[in-house]
């Protein structure tokens, strides 16, 4: 008795000298971060030597996929780590290309589906030290380097896939189907990541990827080890299991089509590869970059931008030019990014969109205006207006109105006559107190009116209804003619307006489809108009050139007078179609 009591005293008296672990609240895990946003990806690993080739056939997908496009066997895959030796790797490189390109972190593929480990591992002899006739670690270099040259140090990790591993997930050509999933996880991603947190300094972020069935409890145990050893690392989105994870991961090449509260991120190709291939020279232009980056931050994300290194450890040449450029934006501009919240709009203006720090907007115009430039809704008091390239911040001027009748706030900035940037030229507004914008739809300033499916208020039969949008704006899967959209928006100047419906392009990247003859129809002002969907014109979308917006004219509407108005829309009757009307938006524009 006296034994427990006096063991009692003792505990709670050093217990907390023992347990005590440092705490850290979730705000300050995310910090550096949130700051970052702009990440390089790195797809690198054995796949790099077939480049997307195996015995004389092309493989037209993702490289880093082809050992199990191809269905190569275990034993022949392992042959192609006897014959990798990126004797042309130098970590010093990999880390200056993503700092002249303004990025704050580097993910590296530690362990992809294949199952091969570009890291020294006792966990498993599978990796580029004990198979490799190169022999060195590269994570290690790399993470050693991105520690002298400020750079956080992610490691992406496979943790449901591998394609080596008899108990792993998805090889389903070399071994049966039953397998002790729990086995591989116990026997190898535990070691290993135990290894990736123990032996390479602090970590960043583990990657998490394809989580498949992994259960609530598997992934579960995969985060507390990770929390267990190193309590700052950021869980990735993709565990799996359900379990909660440090932000939110969007699709491979899927941008947002609005602003989207919390943390997430968008991991997104250069060409169409992650691992490298020799014959994909797809890629992204630099002003396609700056403007998905830009767009990414204002609807509040992070972009994850990957390369794929040759297996002689080089990232390609062209990779390399294409982020120098996105860099040279970068270094004049980059206050609009690192540390920036999104816009506290919920639109996507046809001008561009905007990123805030408190007391200041930054307005990224990708359309530079011939006459004066108009921002619709702004409550807050303005202070001064610059352009961000200026190193003079000369004052630009301008001139806030107030439309009592309508309730609106106007304001006009009278920019030079030349945009100060071909791909985005950034307009800083200072502001009074924190960013307050109106809330009701406003008429733009070219008298356009805008309104999203994403802010229409949808019913069925008189009920609030559940119609969802996909990613990218457009309904998914609307072929119920009992919905409506609804939206309240202002008119303040009266006249006929020409009704443009735009539809979207839907499915994945480099097979877009779209399928119209729906007919729909419009109730507005007391008209109605009815309208086929048709392709009648399709427009690069500025904001990704994966796929397009579609436009059909819906005829017009006449508002006698200014006023608040509601407009609804329904479909009345689909075509046989497998991917329902993919609405995204009505624009209605003044007829001159
Ligand atoms: O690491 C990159 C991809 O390898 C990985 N995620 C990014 C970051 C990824 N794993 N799975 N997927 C992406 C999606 C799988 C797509 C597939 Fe296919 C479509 C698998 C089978 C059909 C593409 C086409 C790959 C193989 C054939």
């Known amino acids: 008795m006296k034994k427990s009591i006096i063991f009692f005293a003792l505990l709670i008296s050093i217990g907390p000298v023992l347990f005590a672990q440092k705490t850290i609240t979730q705000d300050e895990r995310m910090q550096w971060w949130r700051d970052a946003r702009f990440g390089m990806f790195i797809h690198w690993g054995l796949y790099a030597i077939p480049a997307g080739e195996w015995k004389g056939k092309e493989y037209p997908q993702i490289g880093e996929w082809i050992m199990k496009n191809a269905k190569i066997p275990v034993v022949e895959y392992e042959e192609l780590a006897k014959q990798f030796n990126p004797v042309k790797f130098d970590a010093r490189a990999f880390v200056a290309t993503a700092k002249n390109a303004g990025m704050k972190y580097i993910t590296i593929t530690s362990k992809h589906h294949d199952g091969f480990a570009m890291f020294k591992s006792n966990a498993s002899k599978y990796n580029i030290a004990d198979a490799t006739p190169y022999g060195k670690d590269v994570i290690k270099a790399l993470s050693e380097e991105c520690q002298k040259?400020?750079?956080?140090?992610?490691?992406?990790?496979?943790?449901?896939?591998?394609?080596?591993?008899?108990?792993?997930?998805?090889?389903?050509?070399?071994?049966?189907?039953?397998?002790?999933?729990?086995?591989?996880?116990?026997?190898?991603?535990?070691?290993?990541?135990?290894?990736?947190?123990?032996?390479?300094?602090?970590?960043?972020?583990?990657?998490?990827?394809?989580?498949l069935d992994i259960s609530k409890e598997q992934a579960q145990s995969l985060k507390d080890l990770v929390r267990k050893l190193q309590p700052e690392c950021i869980i990735s989105g993709r565990l799996g299991g359900g379990v909660e994870t440090d932000y939110m991961s969007t699709g491979d090449n899927v941008i947002p089509a609005t602003v989207i509260p919390g943390d997430w991120e968008v991991p997104a190709t250069l060409n169409n590869t992650w691992g490298f291939k020799k014959n994909d020279h797809n890629w992204k232009s630099p002003e396609v970059l700056t403007r998905l980056l830009f767009d990414i931050s204002a609807k509040g994300g992070n972009y994850l931008l990957n390369v794929g290194p040759t297996s002689e450890g080089l990232i390609p040449q062209e990779s390399v030019d294409i982020l120098a450029k996105v860099g040279d934006w970068m270094k004049i501009n980059n206050e609009c990014i690192y540390g920036t919240k999104a816009s506290p709009y919920n639109i996507e203006f046809k001008w561009g969109n905007i990123t805030r720090k408190p007391g200041k907007l930054y307005l990224g115009i990708l359309n530079w205006p011939t006459t004066g430039f108009y921002l619709e809704g702004l409550k807050n008091k303005v202070k001064k207006v610059y352009l961000l390239a200026d190193k003079g911040q000369k004052a630009l001027p301008f001139k806030e109105t107030f439309d009592k009748i309508n309730d609106h706030h106007r304001l006009k900035i009278e920019l030079p006559k030349q945009a100060p940037d071909k791909v985005i030229s950034v307009v800083v507004v200072e502001i009074?107190?924190?960013?307050?914008?109106?809330?009701?739809?406003?008429?733009?300033?070219?008298?356009?009116?805008?309104?999203?499916?994403?802010?229409?208020?949808?019913?069925?039969?008189?009920?609030?209804?559940?119609?969802?949008?996909?990613?990218?704006?457009?309904?998914?899967?609307?072929?119920?003619?009992?919905?409506?959209?609804?939206?309240?928006?202002?008119?303040?100047?009266?006249?006929?307006?020409?009704?443009?419906?735009?539809?979207?392009?839907?499915?994945?990247?480099?097979?877009?489809?779209?399928?119209?003859?729906?007919?729909?129809?419009?109730?507005?002002?007391?008209?109605?108009?009815?309208?086929?969907?048709?392709?009648?014109?399709?427009?690069?979308?500025?904001?990704?050139?994966?796929?397009?917006?579609?436009?059909?004219?819906?005829?017009?509407?006449?508002?006698?007078?200014?006023?608040?108005?509601?407009?609804?829309?329904?479909?009345?009757?689909?075509?046989?179609?497998?991917?329902?009307?993919?609405?995204?938006?009505?624009?209605?524009?003044?007829v001159k």
């Open 149 to 211: 040259q400020n750079m956080k140090m992610c490691f992406y990790y496979s943790q449901s896939r591998d394609w080596h591993e008899p108990n792993g997930l998805d090889n389903d050509w070399d071994f049966p189907k039953e397998r002790n999933f729990q086995k591989y996880l116990d026997e190898k991603v535990k070691p290993q990541l135990t290894e990736l947190l123990t032996n390479y300094g602090p970590v960043g972020m583990i990657w998490f990827d394809t989580p």
């Open 432 to 590: 009074e107190g924190p960013a307050s914008v109106e809330t009701a739809i406003c008429q733009q300033a070219d008298k356009s009116i805008l309104l999203p499916g994403l802010s229409a208020v949808a019913q069925k039969e008189g009920q609030p209804a559940e119609l969802k949008f996909t990613a990218r704006g457009g309904g998914a899967d609307w072929r119920d003619a009992t919905i409506s959209l609804t939206w309240n928006f202002k008119v303040e100047k009266a006249g006929t307006y020409q009704i443009d419906l735009v539809t979207t392009e839907t499915g994945s990247h480099g097979t877009p489809v779209w399928q119209g003859g729906q007919k729909v129809k419009i109730s507005c002002a007391g008209q109605e108009q009815e309208t086929t969907i048709t392709d009648e014109r399709r427009e690069y979308n500025q904001r990704s050139q994966y796929w397009k917006l579609i436009h059909t004219s819906g005829g017009k509407i006449k508002f006698d007078k200014p006023g608040t108005y509601d407009l609804s829309l329904i479909q009345k009757s689909f075509t046989e179609n497998k991917i329902g009307f993919t609405f995204k938006e009505i624009s209605l524009n003044p």
